[in-house]
């Protein structure tokens, strides 16, 4: 009896340590990818700049 719960209790936390990376994963994919275009928009509007000079 105690022996299965402990395997389901360890098995939950293994999905949840399973969860949290995916969702950090993907967060720092998110970040990563606002960051680019970020980089991207003041590149754009650099270059704008340096074309109407």
């Known amino acids: ?3 299965s719960r402990t395997t389901s ?3 939950t936390h293994k999905c949840w340590t ?3 990376l995916l969702c950090g994963y993907v ?5 990563e990818v606002m960051f ?3 980089i991207e928009r003041v590149l754009l509007v650099c270059a704008g700049n340096h ?3």
Do not use: D, R
């Open 1 to 3: 009896m105690s022996l």
């Open 9 to 11: 209790q360890a098995m």
């Open 18 to 20: 399973l969860l949290e």
């Open 27 to 31: 967060a720092g994919m998110l970040l």
């Open 36 to 38: 680019l275009f970020e």
């Open 51 to 53: 074309k109407l000079v």
